[in-house]
């Protein structure tokens, strides 16, 4: 690694160690996980992309129930295994969404929990697929979640949407001797 690879990498580990329902994002001869090693490939924007997950995760007002349904609609969309398997994980050890609920989602179908996980679920279901929602969809969101709260999802989406990508584009599936969530063989390490 160069040296820029080698802080970023310290500093990846260290932004997720203290999470305690995060899933495993340092593999066992300390290799990251997930779309993490591919950012190190470029350090600079590596950096500039995970210091925006970090702004996410501390300073977004968002329900923390919409932002993993969120993640998991938008890991779901795109089959990406890892981010499914690294966020099932945090909504299912903090109780935020139900096994049901995690399953649907899964699946593509609507969770039939809260309010704001179904108007959170509609809501990226469309951005996802489309990049656009209806009058009625955005209102229900709004209604739930403010116009800040909007602001942050999309902002969240498109994140999420680039860490998916980086995983299908890599061939980074889930961890070794986890099953993947959506049946597939990722493409292999690149």
């Not at 040296?3 to 340092?26: F, H, N």
């Not at 210091?51 to 795109?78: D, N």
């Not at 139900?98 to 989602?105: E, P």
């Not at 809501?123 to 990049?131: E, K, L, T």
Request: a negative charge; hydrophobic letters at 45%; charged letters at 20%.
């Amino acid at each position: 690694m160069t040296p820029e690879a080698r802080r970023l990498y310290r500093s990846m580990v260290a932004a997720r160690t203290g999470l305690s329902e995060v899933a495993a994002v340092v593999g066992p001869a300390g290799e990251l996980l997930g779309p993490f090693d591919a950012l190190l490939r470029s350090p600079a924007i590596g950096d500039a992309v995970q210091r925006v997950g970090t702004a996410l995760r501390q300073e977004s007002t968002l329900p923390r129930e919409a932002t993993e349904t969120a993640i998991l609609t938008v890991a779901a969309h795109w089959r990406a295994s890892y981010e499914w398997y690294a966020h099932e994980a945090v909504a299912a050890s903090s109780g935020l969404l139900s096994r049901d609920d995690l399953d649907r989602l899964r699946r593509g179908l609507p969770p039939a929990g809260s309010d704001t996980c179904q108007a959170t679920w509609r809501f990226v279901s469309r951005v996802v697929a489309d990049g656009s929602v209806d009058d009625a969809t955005y209102a229900r969101l709004a209604a739930a979640l403010g116009e800040r709260g909007v602001v942050e999802l999309v902002l969240l989406v498109g994140y999420y949407s680039l860490l998916a990508i980086v995983l299908k584009a890599f061939g980074l599936g889930a961890p070794a001797g986890v099953e993947d969530p959506f049946g597939e063989q990722p493409g292999g390490d690149r």
